[in-house]
């Protein structure tokens, strides 16, 4: 009997956990470490401990995932803040509650027959998509090398970051924006760095964390606990290396271990931010950039597309403090 009623005990502990928890899916555009909060968040159960239940879902495109976080179909999406901006000036409530990473972080790779930037001319560059992060940096590392972007080079879609890194091998582009893992990839392939955009130091959301107007009013509880479960993702993947390189290896599909570790020390030790903190002139940079095509753009404000309620509860809860004391 005592067993029976301990049995029936324990199958309602765990009903009542599972409807407790509050259902959430996570969107993120690109295989990048700049997602590493999220993925070591997930993998380490710390949205679960914030009483979510999460899902973590892969949109490679900043401007479908935009549409997906309008739609309303996910509460959190993690994308280049440009894209973000762009929808918002055609009407979407969305606002930019974080940003991961503050800078452009990429490399162009080029085929071993490219020595240098000027013999980039003429050459087909692949990115992922047009208005994405990998588009904008290319475009601006060009401009610098006074190189034109719309006259000099063919500009290729490629899709996923895997894709730019396969168009490398097998000849379908000269040249491609890369980032970490996959930069430290192609350069153990054999592949010519030929711009360093990263040590450019160029100020941009890269990426911001978004939601939809509806969801900040109607389930703020909601982005409190991702932003908390969050925060205590990058301190983790900062304390637990093993935990964060084995997330790095399985979302990237990456197993050379000297490819892994050079992401974990890149993202974990100089790129990611320890809360989701909002460089304002990056987003100024991002308003600038989309203001060359978008003459909305050139009236706006960069901070009629923040929402900092979240980051500055973040700072006021003692969180931070407690975890890096």
Known sequence: ?????MAAWCVLVFVSSSMAAERIHIGYSSISGAYIGIWVAHDAGLFQKEGLEDQIILIPSGSQLAQVVVAGEVEVGSLNG????????????MKVIGNSVNKMIFSIYARPEVKSVEQLKGKKIGISRFGSSTDISARYALRKFNIDPQKDVTILQMGAMSSIMGGL????????LVSPPTQFAVDRMGFREIVNITDMDLAFPNPSLV????????KPDLINRF????????????TDKELTVKSIAKY??????VVLQKSYDMYVGKVLEKAPYINMQGMKNALDDLARNDPAAKAARPEQFVDARFIDT????GLLKELYR
């Open 1 to 5: 009997m005592k067993r029976a009623l």
């Open 82 to 93: 440009s894209s973000a901006m762009a929808a918002a000036l055609k009407g979407a409530d």
């Open 169 to 176: 091998q097998n000849g379908a582009i000269d040249a491609g």
């Open 211 to 218: 939601a939809q107007g509806e969801i900040i009013k109607k």
């Open 227 to 238: 932003m908390r479960a969050y925060v205590r993702g990058i301190h983790r993947a900062r």
């Open 252 to 257: 990237s599909k990456i197993e050379d271990p």
């Open 314 to 317: 973040i700072e006021k809860s």
